[in-house]
């Protein structure tokens, strides 16, 4: 098997927590604690997890517009962290990122000729006005717009329009990764699987990669080819859609689908409940971060010490003591 | 929900967006969402018949500004004298036509002062972590701690010797006081533009434009800085105001403007002591401060509303 697009290992962000007489570092907030993953090419690699679990923090990290505490991210052979500022731009012409809240990521102020060229102006990438024109409308007919919204302002437009002058503005630069960060959770259902329908369109076409950040687990499960399940900074589960959902192995990731809501009243099932609150990152817990709400732990194994992520079956890693 | 909606989502994507005229150029929208602010345009109006008076107005109102005629002291507002005379019969019209020019150059001059050093200052604290941001703020709060009459009437002690016998004494007494007013108010734009800063940074447009390899005065130029003029161009106005007050303080304490030089302020302060029996010479003056202040800043609501694209009208 060839090397991945994308690989990571050891990731870890802390934000520190300023404060106290002389605004020295009191504490750290543990975003990513210690996440490994990796994207083949061409592949859909879900994240999901709920809110504050780090998984936007991890997608920021890739494309180092938070820089990473500690741990090593490669992509195509390249090491990320190691890149200097001119370097680091060529990189993003490789990956981009498509954000959640359409209306906060695009420029009120430019136009959609002018948000989507962006990136043909900053790395030159055409040559003269004609050819400028010529790849914009180019973008906006792939994503299902058309070239008379060129002219256009954001505001002219619907949340959902809105997300494909965001995707058409990542395509720009033909890149070979997109960080999806929760692309389809601002928008109404029928949109989102518009949206999503578009993703898969491209990803088609132009042979894409997306690391595909979400909550909801039933979009994952639809879009990605492999998903990773983040707990508190740590990934906890790994496995491909399928496996994931038909066996999950984790009991985290046990209560995460059973509450995943069935469309059928008919139906009735085994809630795994969980008891209590997401515990702080600032002080997580000691040993595996799960162990405070996990109906199946053992103490003092699961308190003192923190589970691997290791391979439980082909292709299923899982990171607890007992499964 | 997912996999439910097959239908191609590139092939027929509907757009509804009413019938309007295509290309509708930037700057025709917004002298189309200008000209709804009805006071505004009305500002308009009056503040270019202010400009247009005081610029071309001595030329057609031809009494000389220092003609003392002792025999129409305090004269109220007559066909010779429309808004009447001062204390030594000297025409008031004439004076506040050549006044006004002085007024409102050293406003709107003061105010191209203050805001230029405040966005730079603020642009450049809120854009920068850290040690410069630090430095620049506490900057900005030592000018803002300081006792303002006081060093001003230093200042010009000082300088104003020197400015006068190196560009002439109107001259030299404009750049200097035109200079100090500024000095004494960008802070306030300054904080304002760095605020904008701090939250714009963040915005996930900003971060996209990043992402796509933006360099840092990319960012600044094309993103940060035009989303973060609206409350500058108001603070902007305000300046203008505010500038033309402290002209007249200055010249009130007789380190303005020569006082044989009667600009607004000047006329105010030298009419206070005849409120009671010549209340024109104070009336016309103020009015004139008055509505170029007001004008100012319905104009700067009008715009600011303008040029946001957000704001549908």
Not at chain 1, 224 to 235: E, P, Q
Not at chain 2, 256 to 275: E, N, S, V
Request: a neutral charge.
């Amino acid at each position: 098997m060839s090397e991945p697009l994308l690989k990571v290992a050891k990731l870890t962000k802390e934000f520190p927590l300023k404060g106290g007489l002389f605004s020295g570092q009191i504490a750290s907030v543990h975003a990513v604690d210690g996440v490994d993953f990796h994207v083949d090419r061409g592949e859909t690699l879900g994240l999901v997890g709920e809110s504050g679990c780090g998984k936007s923090t991890t997608g920021r990290c890739v494309l180092r517009l938070i820089e990473p505490s500690s741990g090593e991210i490669h992509f195509d052979g390249k090491d990320v962290r190691s890149l200097k500022a001119d370097d680091l731009r060529i990189l993003r012409r490789d990956i981009q990122i498509i954000f959640q809240d359409p209306y906060a990521s695009l420029n009120p102020r430019m136009n959609v000729g002018a948000i989507v060229g962006e990136a043909l102006i900053i790395h030159q990438l055409t040559k003269t006005k004609q050819q400028f024109e010529e790849r914009v409308v180019d973008l906006l007919e792939t994503v299902g717009l058309r070239a008379d919204h060129m002219g256009r302002y954001p505001n002219e437009f619907s949340g959902g329009q809105r997300q494909r002058i965001g995707i058409a503005r990542a395509l720009a630069v033909e890149p070979k990764l997109i960080i999806c960060d929760e692309p389809v959770s601002a928008l109404d259902v029928s949109i989102q699987a518009q949206v999503i329908n578009l993703l898969e369109d491209l990803q088609e076409k132009f042979g894409l990669a997306y690391l595909f950040i979400a909550h909801d687990l039933a979009v994952v499960e639809h879009i990605s080819k492999r998903i990773a399940v983040m707990y508190l900074g740590r990934i906890v589960e790994m496995a491909s859609a399928h496996e994931l959902y038909a066996s999950p192995r984790h009991p985290y990731t046990e209560a995460l689908l059973s509450a995943v809501p069935i469309p059928d009243p008919k139906v009735k099932r085994q809630r795994v409940r969980l008891s209590g609150e997401v515990p702080n990152p600032i002080s997580p817990p000691t040993g595996c971060h799960f162990h405070t709400r996990c109906p199946i732990a053992q103490f003092p194994l699961c308190k003192s010490e923190a589970p691997p992520l290791k391979q439980s079956a082909d292709g299923h890693w899982v990171a607890c003591h007992f499964r | 929900m997912a996999g439910s909606t097959h239908a191609s989502p590139i092939a027929d994507v509907v757009v509804p967006l009413e019938g309007r005229p295509r290309h509708i150029s930037p700057g025709y929208e917004v002298w189309r969402k200008f000209r709804r602010h009805r006071m505004a345009v009305a500002s308009i109006g009056v503040l270019t018949l202010l400009t247009a008076a005081v610029l071309f107005g001595p030329l057609i109102w031809r009494i000389p500004i220092n003609e003392i005629d002792f025999t129409a002291r305090l004269a109220h507002p007559s066909w010779d004298h429309p808004f009447g005379t001062d204390d030594l019969g000297q025409d008031l019209l004439a004076r506040m036509l050549y006044g006004g020019r002085i007024s409102l150059a050293v406003g709107f001059a003061a105010m191209a002062v203050a805001i230029i050093v405040g966005v730079l200052i603020g642009a450049i604290s809120g854009i920068s972590r850290g040690s410069v941001d630090a430095a620049l703020m506490w900057i900005t709060d030592l000018f803002l701690a300081l006792p303002q009459l006081p060093l001003l009437l230093l200042v010009i002690y000082l300088f104003r010797d020197f400015l006068k016998n190196w560009v002439g004494p109107e001259g030299g007494v404009f750049i200097l006081i035109v200079l100090v007013i500024g000095a004494f108010r960008w802070m306030p734009v300054a904080r304002l533009v760095r605020a904008q800063f701090l939250s714009l940074r963040e915005k996930e447009f900003v971060e996209a434009a990043r992402a796509l390899g933006a360099t840092t005065p990319r960012l600044v130029i094309r993103h940060i800085l035009p989303n973060s003029l609206g409350p500058v161009i108001v603070a902007g106005t305000i300046d203008v105001a505010a500038a033309i007050i402290a002209e007249s303080t200055l010249s009130f304490l007789g380190l303005g403007f020569p006082p044989d030089i009667p600009t607004w302020g000047r006329l105010l302060f030298d009419a206070k002591d005849y409120l009671d029996i010549a209340p024109h010479w104070a009336l016309f003056a103020g009015a004139a401060i008055f509505l170029t202040v007001l004008t100012i800043n319905f104009i700067g609501d009008g715009l600011r509303d303008a040029l946001d694209p957000r704001r549908v009208m």
